[in-house]
């Protein structure tokens, strides 16, 4: 069955980095895109940041381009999401996702915290 594992996600003060991770069995995941979603308490879940299959083109929400990098290893079956210059705006929970023959599937999330 498919599932998707995310980590890497933690407390840090406002202008730090986290690195999340997500790593996906349960199905080929060199032939899908991939994408990061969050939600932050008592607000709607954001797409922000997608990549390509084969990690070719990624697109980003406008409040992270410049901040945030998404990636992907296919030998290693796992998505990334570089986090810099953090916000407390940014605080929410993060959860990767792939969409299989038109099904959602979600990870369980992982808590970003960015608070002074």
């Known amino acids: 069955q498919v599932q998707l594992v995310e980590s890497g996600g933690g407390s840090v003060q406002p202008g730090g980095s986290l690195r999340l991770s997500c790593t996906a069995s349960?199905?080929?995941?060199?032939?899908?895109?991939m994408r990061w979603y969050r939600q932050a308490p008592g607000k709607e879940r954001e797409l922000v940041a997608f990549?390509?299959?084969?990690?070719?083109?990624?697109n980003y929400v406008d409040s992270v381009k410049g901040r945030f990098t998404i990636s992907r290893d296919n030998g290693k079956n796992t998505v990334y999401l570089q986090m810099n210059s953090l916000k407390p705006e940014d605080t929410a929970v993060y959860c990767c996702?792939?969409?299989?023959?038109?099904?959602?599937?979600w990870g369980q999330g992982t808590q970003v915290t960015v608070s002074s």
């Open positions: 990549i390509t299959f084969d990690g070719g083109h990624t």
């Open positions: 996702n792939a969409v299989i023959s038109s099904k959602d599937y």
């Open positions: 349960g199905f080929t995941f060199s032939k899908y895109a």
